[in-house]
Structure formats: structure tokens, C-alpha cells
């Protein structure tokens, strides 16, 4: 499993689709609803999918354990990480679930790349 | 060279950009500019800009007002703060992308221009071709988890946009972390 994250707008999906030559065709879309697509190789947007789970009172990364098999996939996530606390109590559970699920997928990842400005680092 | 560097608030960004754009001057035996990008409003404003002026004495920078149509300062009759005629072979540190952003799009008593993206991109590169030797400074606003109201959204979409169009094309492109530098090309 490899894990690319960034912040917003840094163009990590198309890093990650260069990166490891792929195609849009393998890209499922995370919004907040649950689904979870992991027939296709690419998860981009987890952070929409963690939010649904903050929202509706699931762990993230208990859920992902949960629903197949992640070796092989290449997931995507914005760095929510590095801002201001959110006023919002929702934002504020959201920003710390996707801590932890990142922790949890970096931890397990054979490679972690960081994004930035359309660029890549590789950290693991 | 073009230089692209981006990094968190306070980290140390500026300074190692007069580092880069000082060395890259004297190699070359060239005018040092710093680009300022900042349009004064009030005494706060007025107070760090002399603030700023001082911090820089003694490094050979003259000064280049430009908060907007960043190209206007290759014009004839363009001059620098302290008189003189800017000399476009010269190296340029522009400081920053972030505030030349901010006056264009959210200029001060006038109507936003939201739509400013894709030209100032077009001036970025055009300002980097003419140079050929400018450090550029811009922020890293990208990992916040608050929701944002629309223009505020679309002015980090836009800055994003301006540093990926740049990092692309630049020579060099480093993050400063807490005065570390992280080398991505």
C-alpha cells in the first residue's frame, strides 16, 4: 500500500498518477457517504470519507480494516493537520480522525510520498 | 536561476531567500533587488515596512515597490525606491507571491477579482522569463481543516495554482521548515 498525502490544491493526484503510472480509469472519488470502491487502485480523497465517518460516529481506520483487503492500493489524503483548531466541534473530530488514520496507513505503507506545490518527497 | 521557495509563516523563508538572491547577485556581478509587494494602508503596515527596510541594510538590496502589475517596474521611468532605473538583468527577490495576490485579487477599495488566477500566473512567468534570475517567496496555506467562505477558498485555490505554475517552471524549488530547507528540485 502507498500512501500520498498534502495539503490542499498541491496536485496530488496527478503526482500520484505520474508517480505510478495509472490512469484516471483507476481513480475512485471519496465524498461523504461511506462507499469505498477497493476494486479500483487509486482512493483519492480520503479525507471526504473520513469525514462521513467522523460525522456518523465510526472510527476511520476501524472501518477501513474492515472493508477488504488495502494492500496494493494507493491512497490519497489532504494534510489537515498543520492549521488553526476549528471553532466547529465537527471540524475539530474530523482533523483528529484523519491524524489518526494517516498515522495508521503511514504506519502500514511500503512508501509515504508528501506532495508540495506539485512536487513529491518521498518520506518512507 | 529561478528560484521558487515556499514554507510555513515564521520559518525562516525570507531570510534564506536574501541568502540565495545576495550570492546570486555577487556571482554574477549584478543590481540585487527586493521586490516589495506590499501596499501600505495604515501605521501597523508603514511600521514593518521600515522594520523590513532595516533588517535589510547592509545586504546591497534596493528596494521595488510593485503590490500589483508586477511588469510595471520594467517599464522606461520605472524607479527603484532609492532613484534609480531598474536594471531587468539584475536578480530580483519577490517577496511574496502570497501579498501580490492579495492586493490583486482583494484590492483595497475596490471590487474583488476572483478570476485573477490564470493572469497573474501569465506575469509570474513572463516577470521569471525577463530575470531569469528572481527568488520567489510564497506561503504554505494548505493544511487547514476549517471550512473556509467561498472567497477565502478561492484565493488558496489560487495561490496553489500560482505556486504549482511556479514550481513547475522554476529552476530550483526548496520548502523551509524552521530554518531547514528541504530541496525538491
Request: aromatic share 12%.
Amino acid at each position: 500500500m502507498i500512501l500520498v498525502f498534502g495539503g490542499a490544491y498541491q496536485g496530488k493526484l496527478d503526482y500520484a498518477l505520474d508517480k505510478f503510472s495509472l490512469t484516471p480509469d483507476c481513480v475512485y472519488c471519496c465524498s461523504r457517504n461511506g462507499e469505498l470502491d477497493l476494486n479500483k487502485d487509486v482512493i483519492y480523497g480520503l479525507e471526504e470519507f473520513v469525514y462521513w465517518c467522523n460525522a456518523n460516529g465510526f472510527e476511520a481506520r476501524e472501518v477501513l480494516q474492515v472493508r477488504g483487503d488495502l494492500s496494493g492500493k494507493v491512497f490519497i489524503a489532504c494534510d489537515v493537520s498543520q492549521g488553526l483548531v476549528p471553532m466547529d466541534a465537527t471540524d475539530r473530530a474530523f482533523r483528529e480522525m484523519m491524524g489518526r488514520t494517516l498515522l495508521y496507513l503511514a504506519k502500514d505503507a511500503e512508501e509515504v510520498h508528501r506532495v508540495f506545490c506539485g512536487l513529491g518527497q518521498r518520506l518512507k | 536561476m529561478n528560484i521558487f521557495i515556499s514554507g510555513g509563516c515564521k520559518n525562516g523563508k525570507s531570510y534564506h531567500a536574501q541568502e540565495l538572491a545576495r550570492d546570486m547577485a555577487k556571482e554574477l556581478g549584478v543590481p540585487l533587488y527586493y521586490l516589495a509587494t506590499m501596499i501600505p494602508v495604515d501605521d501597523e503596515d508603514r511600521a514593518r515596512i521600515q522594520r523590513h527596510l532595516r533588517e535589510r541594510e547592509g545586504w546591497g538590496f534596493e528596494t521595488i515597490e510593485q503590490g500589483r502589475s508586477i511588469l510595471d517596474c520594467f517599464k522606461p521611468g520605472a524607479l527603484t525606491y532609492e532613484g534609480n532605473p531598474v536594471d531587468p538583468n539584475g536578480v530580483f527577490l519577490f517577496d511574496s507571491v502570497t501579498a501580490l495576490l492579495s492586493n490583486e485579487m482583494f484590492p483595497y477599495g475596490e471590487d474583488m477579482d476572483l478570476d485573477c488566477g490564470q493572469r497573474l500566473a501569465d506575469d509570474l512567468l513572463e516577470f521569471a522569463k525577463i530575470t531569469g534570475n528572481t527568488v520567489f517567496v510564497s506561503d504554505y496555506i494548505y493544511s487547514e481543516a476549517r471550512t473556509f467562505d467561498e472567497s477565502t477558498e478561492t484565493y488558496r485555490k489560487t495561490l496553489a495554482f500560482l505556486d504549482r505554475t511556479l514550481a513547475r517552471e522554476c529552476d530550483q524549488v526548496v520548502e523551509v521548515t524552521f530554518g531547514m530547507k528541504y530541496l525538491y528540485k
